[in-house]
């Protein structure tokens, strides 16, 4: 590869791209792929060129934060409106639309709230605990529940 490949991705067009790659959730090493270098020289571009780095961090984190609280609104449940369109015939035999709105409402979901529990609070929701029993005569016992 040239050693000058990195200057037409710091152009504002390329810079563009590789943010929609981060957006769609491309890791480092597919978006190197996608450029037609190796993972370590995407490293190495990251930590040369800002415009880069910055490009990739700032669109993986809106992603995050996106991902996060759709998996927090599941969590929790939400309401939404759900809309229809609907074509009938008219008496003339025409189409006519009709738009028909439900209220709905989205049960918490059980999986979403474990998985938000064994990641936020892991100390008290991972599967493997680890507890301490100290006997009187000074030997330490360390047991794993859930083994």
Do not use: C
Request: hydrophobic share 30%; glycine share 6%.
């Amino acid at each position: 590869m040239s050693k000058a490949k990195y200057k037409e991705w710091l152009e504002e067009d390329n810079l563009i791209r590789l943010q929609g790659w981060a957006r769609d959730g491309l890791t480092d090493e597919q978006i190197a792929h996608n450029i037609g270098i190796r993972r370590e020289t995407l490293y190495a571009w990251k930590n040369q060129h800002p415009n880069i780095a910055n490009a990739l961090k700032t669109s993986k984190e809106v992603v995050d934060m996106e991902v996060e609280s759709a998996l927090y609104r599941n969590a929790i449940g939400y309401e939404y409106t759900e809309v229809k369109e609907i074509i009938e015939k008219d008496e003339q035999g025409k189409d006519r639309k009709r738009i028909e709105r439900y209220h709905k409402k989205m049960p918490p979901n059980t999986t979403a709230q474990i998985f938000w529990l064994k990641n936020r609070k892991p100390a008290e929701w991972r599967d493997k605990q680890e507890h301490e029993l100290n006997h009187k005569g000074g030997l330490d016992i360390n047991v794993n529940w859930g083994e």
